[in-house]
T-cell receptor
Framework: DTEVTQTPKHLVMGMTNKKSLKCEQH?????MYWYKQKAKKPPELMFV???????INESVPSRFSPECPNSSLLNLHLHALQPEDSALYLC??????????????FGPGTRLTVT | GNSVTQMEGPVTLSEEAFLTINCTYT??????LFWYVQYPGEGLQLLLK?????DKGSNKGFEATYRKETTSFHLEKGSVQVSDSAVYFC???????????????FGQGTILTVHP
């Protein structure tokens, strides 16, 4: 099973709301990632977790807060977002971080609209 | 730093035509190379990969060969179908910026449209 699942598929939120995006994988992968993708652009890396610890934060604003409750789950908590944060948010996982040859498997994404 | 350059699109082909999407890269180390495909409204799917020079990745009729001498990883398919219409991303993974992990660097993506 090479599936990464994400919920919800679509999310509309106001600028004062708090919401969370969820990601799950059951491949035994120990590295998990959050990406943001704007229309017609490649994904931009936001966060990387390795063995449930935050390894990389690509200077993401604090209104985005990641969490890795266990090795299969990854959350992205959203608070006080701006309209320019509207995008497709992709979760990915890979076997681990230590080798560049490990491919990343992507979920279907959550389409976020901030009103 | 690392970078990936893909041929600009969009690319429009008739069904059963031959496809080439050019991809060249710049890397400080010895990267692994990937092609990902994104169908409308979906996430990215790994199409194929190659991890060392002269490796050929292949999947679903698509092929790409890791050419170190020309720093290229061109995607080819002999006969495209309407269902191949999607955005194709070339990417490399390498230890970048002193990090201890393989960060994915993507090209800008090439939109492919195949007409019946």
């Amino acid at each position: 099973d090479t599936e990464v699942t994400q919920t919800p598929k679509h999310l509309v939120m106001g600028m004062t709301n708090k919401k969370s995006l969820k990601c799950e994988q059951h491949m035994g992968h120990r590295a998990m990632y959050w990406y943001k993708q704007k229309a017609k652009k490649p994904p931009e890396l936001m966060f990387v977790y390795s063995y449930e610890k935050l390894s990389i934060n690509e200077s993401v604003p604090s209104r985005f807060s990641p969490e890795c409750p266990n090795s299969s789950l990854l959350n992205l908590h959203l608070h006080a977002l701006q309209p320019e944060d509207s995008a497709l948010y992709l979760c990915a996982s890979s076997q681990e971080l230590r080798s560049p040859s490990y491919e990343q498997y992507f979920g279907p994404g959550t389409r976020l609209t901030v009103t | 730093g690392n970078s990936v350059t893909q041929m600009e699109g969009p690319v429009t082909l008739s069904e059963e035509a031959f496809l080439t999407i050019n991809c060249t890269y710049t890397a400080t180390g010895y990267p692994s190379l990937f092609w990902y495909v994104q169908y409308p409204g979906e996430g990215l799917q790994l199409l194929l990969k190659a991890t060392k020079a002269d490796d050929k990745g292949s999947n679903k009729g698509f092929e790409a060969t890791y050419r170190k001498e020309t720093t290229s990883f061109h995607l080819e398919k002999g006969s495209v179908q309407v269902s191949d219409s999607a955005v194709y991303f070339c990417a490399l993974s390498d230890f970048a910026g002193g990090t201890s992990y393989g960060k994915l660097t993507f090209g800008q993506g090439t939109i492919l449209t195949v007409h019946p």
